[in-house]
């Protein structure tokens, strides 16, 4: 008789997403209420995604990080504080997908530390640098103006989220 294999998300990649996914809510909240309380239901969805394996409530969390970060950026012109809470809303939703994805294939119970913390440190590489680019290009914008970084900083997530994705 064998035993069945929890097909749940694995627990390092879930812990990784609501963290980051709480980062995000919380670099938000330095920005605007509004952008707070968007943020703070993409945290709950997310939160909620990693536990029951939605791949769908995780976008959508993810989703909700991000436009409250950008809703945050609407009503400051500090690219500085915008910066943190999209990279997390990014890593929130590829640590998500991760660990639904290990739990899907390998189980709860392998032993997929190593494989989720290679990949959380090169997600995290990528992000921060591709932030950092999305950042210098704001610095050498003319003007410096929040819709201008707000147009660049969503050029960086597409590109962003089309690297991970590959």
Not at 141 to 156: D, I, K, N, R
Request: hydrophobic fraction near 55%; charge should be negative; charged fraction near 10%.
């Amino acid at each position: 008789m064998t035993a069945e294999i929890d097909r749940s998300p694995a627990l390092l990649s879930a812990a990784l997403s609501v963290s980051v996914a709480a980062i995000s809510a919380g670099t938000t909240a330095f920005t605007s209420s509004v952008g707070l309380a968007v943020g703070g239901a993409g945290f709950v969805l997310v939160a909620a995604a990693v536990v029951r394996g939605s791949r769908r409530a995780v976008t959508l969390g993810a989703t909700a990080l991000l436009v409250g970060a950008l809703a945050g950026g609407l009503t400051t012109a500090l690219a500085h504080l915008l910066l943190p809470g999209v990279i997390a809303a990014v890593l929130a939703w590829d640590f998500g997908e991760q660990a639904i994805n290990v739990g899907e294939q390998l189980g709860r119970e392998a032993d997929t530390a190593q494989l989720e913390a290679t990949h959380a440190a090169a997600s995290t590489v990528v992000g921060v640098g591709g932030g950092g680019l999305g950042y210098a290009i704001y610095l050498g914008s003319s003007g410096g103006q929040p819709v201008t970084a707000l147009v660049f900083l969503l050029v960086a997530v597409v590109v962003l989220t089309s690297a991970l994705r590959n």
